[in-house]
């Protein structure tokens, strides 16, 4: 690997022209250059901002209040009878023979002799005297006199006035408040940022290249990487800035507007009307009445009489007797018997049964509405722009020969060092710097 870089570095010696490393045999240096060489080489133009105050039109809309006719479509309800044919599920009972065997009791009945014992009751009636005292009512009539007030209606005529109301259809005007949405410019400002900015010049350092350089040493010339020294080099950069304007805009606010509109009204006043009319009015009278009223009062009296109470003396007397009684004895006959059976059948019975039925009519009706007519209003409205004017910025070191009469092109006097025309009714913008990038 060493051997191969000698060769490497050999090959580079030998390519090198004999001029350049006449000038190489001390350290390389760029101190003979003038600082003037450094200086931009002809003059640029610079961005002044002014401000200007322009007119637009913008188109307002306002909203008017307009009358027009319109049909609706009234839906009614309309009743109306329909037949419809419905069916019914109806059971009948049927019948169907069934033959079964039964087993029938067959009973015999045959008597035997019991003896047996029964306590006969024998009853005598007997007599007691029983005294007991009752209550005898004794009634006697008597007449009193009772006097009461009756009512006797009396009947009179009277004339009796009467009162009635009646309700009277008046018309009148008022003034009925309306309100309506009206679109009203507003002027509002808002933050905008700008980018604005300009030209300096910045000093860069930039280092030196490296280049082979052959060494006497005591072994004999060799060949090493020799680091030249930095030069300075000056460049044009465009430093941006930012800058915040009010800038005013026109939005459009809705504004609610009340207006008074005279509308017709029609409503019933009450009206009291006075009648004479004779009605009969019956009034009751008192009068006194005596009346004599029969009346019974009742007085219990005590009597005593005597009473013969019978009762009965019951005893028992045993006595022998003789029944015969019978018993039945019974066996199974097996015997064949038919019996009916009834089941049930059902069918569909139609029948018509009417129901009703409702149906949506339409019917077109007239109706008048209110709607807002927009209607466009043109005006001038201010604004304020900014525009870059181009001015054009010479360097003096350049410019000298200039102010000799040296340069026909153009001159610094002229404001275009170059001999470039410029138009200062136009915007200019920020471009590369032409002598950075030759």
Same mark, same amino acid.
Request: contains cysteine.
């Given at each position: 690997?060493?051997?191969?870089?000698? $060769?490497?570095?050999?090959?580079?010696?030998?390519?090198?022209?004999?001029?350049?490393?006449?000038?190489?045999?001390?350290?390389?240096?760029?101190?003979?250059?003038?600082?003037?060489?450094?200086?931009?080489?002809?003059?640029?133009?610079?961005?002044?901002?002014? +401000?200007? =105050?322009?007119?637009?039109?913008?188109?307002?809309?306002?909203?008017? &209040?307009?009358?027009?006719?319109?049909?609706?479509?009234?839906?009614?309800?309309?009743?109306?009878?329909?037949?419809? =044919?419905?069916?019914?599920?109806?059971?009948?009972?049927?019948?169907?023979? *069934?033959?079964?065997?039964?087993?029938?009791? @067959?009973?015999?009945?045959?008597?035997?002799?019991?003896?047996?014992?029964?306590?006969? &009751?024998?009853? *005598?009636?007997?007599?007691?005297?029983?005294?007991?005292?009752?209550?005898?009512?004794? /009634?006697?009539?008597?007449?009193?006199?009772?006097?009461?007030?009756?009512?006797?209606?009396?009947?009179?005529?009277?004339?009796?006035?009467?009162?009635?109301?009646?309700?009277?259809?008046?018309?009148?005007?008022?003034?009925?408040?309306?309100?309506?949405?009206?679109?009203?410019?507003?002027?509002?400002?808002?933050?905008?940022?700008?980018?604005?900015?300009? /030209?300096? =010049?910045?000093?860069?350092?930039? &280092?030196? &290249?490296?280049?082979?350089? @052959?060494?006497?040493?005591?072994?004999?010339?060799?060949?090493?990487? #020799?680091?030249?020294?930095?030069?300075?080099?000056?460049?044009?950069? /465009?430093?941006?800035?930012?800058?915040?304007?009010?800038?005013?805009?026109?939005?459009?606010?809705?504004?609610?507007?009340?207006?008074?509109?005279?509308?017709?009204?029609?409503?019933?006043?009450?009206?009291?009307?006075?009648?004479?009319?004779?009605?009969?009015?019956?009034?009751?009278?008192?009068?006194?009445?005596?009346?004599?009223?029969?009346?019974? #009062?009742?007085?219990?009296?005590?009597?005593?009489?005597?009473?013969? $109470?019978?009762?009965?003396?019951?005893?028992?007397?045993?006595?022998?007797?003789?029944?015969? $009684?019978?018993?039945?004895?019974?066996?199974?006959? +097996?015997?064949?018997?038919?019996? #009916?059976?009834?089941?049930?059948?059902?069918?569909?019975?139609?029948?018509?049964?009417?129901?009703?039925?409702?149906?949506?009519?339409?019917?077109?009706?007239?109706?008048?509405?209110?709607?807002?007519?927009?209607?466009?209003?043109?005006?001038?409205?201010?604004? =304020?722009?900014?525009?870059?004017?181009?001015?054009?910025?010479?360097?003096?070191?350049?410019?000298?020969?200039?102010?000799?009469?040296?340069? #026909?092109?153009?001159?610094?006097?002229?404001?275009?060092?170059?001999?470039?025309? @410029?138009?200062?009714?136009?915007?200019?913008?920020?471009?590369?710097?032409?002598?950075?990038?030759?």
């Amino acid at each position: 690997m060493r051997m191969r870089s000698v $060769i490497f570095n050999m090959a580079i010696a030998f390519a090198t022209p004999i001029s350049a490393f006449g000038g190489l045999c001390g350290v390389p240096s760029y101190s003979c250059c003038p600082t003037a060489a450094c200086a931009p080489a002809s003059c640029y133009t610079a961005c002044r901002v002014s +401000t200007e =105050t322009c007119y637009r039109t913008v188109c307002e809309t306002v909203y008017e &209040p307009q009358e027009y006719t319109s049909s609706r479509t009234v839906y009614e309800n309309v009743y109306e009878d329909v037949q419809q =044919t419905c069916y019914r599920t109806v059971n009948e009972t049927a019948y169907r023979e *069934e033959t079964y065997s039964v087993c029938r009791p @067959v009973t015999e009945t045959a008597v035997r002799e019991e003896t047996y014992c029964v306590q006969r &009751p024998v009853t *005598e009636t007997l007599y007691r005297q029983c005294n007991y005292t009752v209550q005898r009512p004794v /009634w006697e009539d008597h007449v009193r006199e009772q006097r009461y007030t009756i009512q006797q209606p009396v009947c009179e005529t009277i004339q009796q006035e009467c009162r009635s109301t009646v309700m009277k259809c008046v018309t009148e005007t008022i003034q009925q408040e309306r309100c309506y949405t009206v679109q009203r410019p507003e002027t509002r400002t808002r933050c905008v940022q700008r980018m604005t900015g300009q /030209w300096t =010049t910045q000093t860069q350092t930039i &280092p030196g &290249p490296v280049i082979p350089r @052959v060494v006497c040493g005591p072994c004999g010339p060799r060949l090493c990487m #020799t680091q030249c020294p930095p030069r300075q080099i000056c460049r044009r950069v /465009w430093c941006p800035q930012v800058v915040q304007e009010q800038i005013p805009y026109t939005v459009m606010v809705p504004q609610v507007v009340r207006q008074q509109c005279p509308v017709q009204v029609t409503r019933y006043v009450p009206e009291v009307v006075v009648k004479t009319v004779p009605i009969q009015v019956t009034r009751m009278v008192a009068k006194e009445v005596v009346q004599q009223i029969p009346y019974r #009062t009742c007085r219990m009296e005590c009597e005593t009489k005597t009473q013969q $109470i019978p009762y009965q003396v019951c005893k028992m007397v045993s006595e022998q007797r003789t029944r015969q $009684i019978p018993y039945t004895v019974c066996k199974m006959v +097996t015997e064949q018997k038919t019996r #009916t059976i009834p089941y049930c059948v059902s069918k569909q019975v139609p029948y018509t049964t009417t129901h009703r039925v409702c149906k949506v009519v339409p019917r077109e009706v007239q109706q008048t509405c209110t709607r807002m007519v927009a209607r466009q209003v043109m005006k001038q409205v201010p604004y =304020t722009r900014n525009v870059l004017i181009p001015e054009t910025v010479c360097c003096p070191s350049t410019c000298a020969p200039c102010a000799q009469g040296i340069m #026909t092109g153009g001159g610094c006097a002229g404001g275009n060092c170059s001999g470039v025309s @410029v138009d200062a009714a136009h915007p200019v913008y920020p471009v590369a710097d032409p002598a950075l990038n030759p």
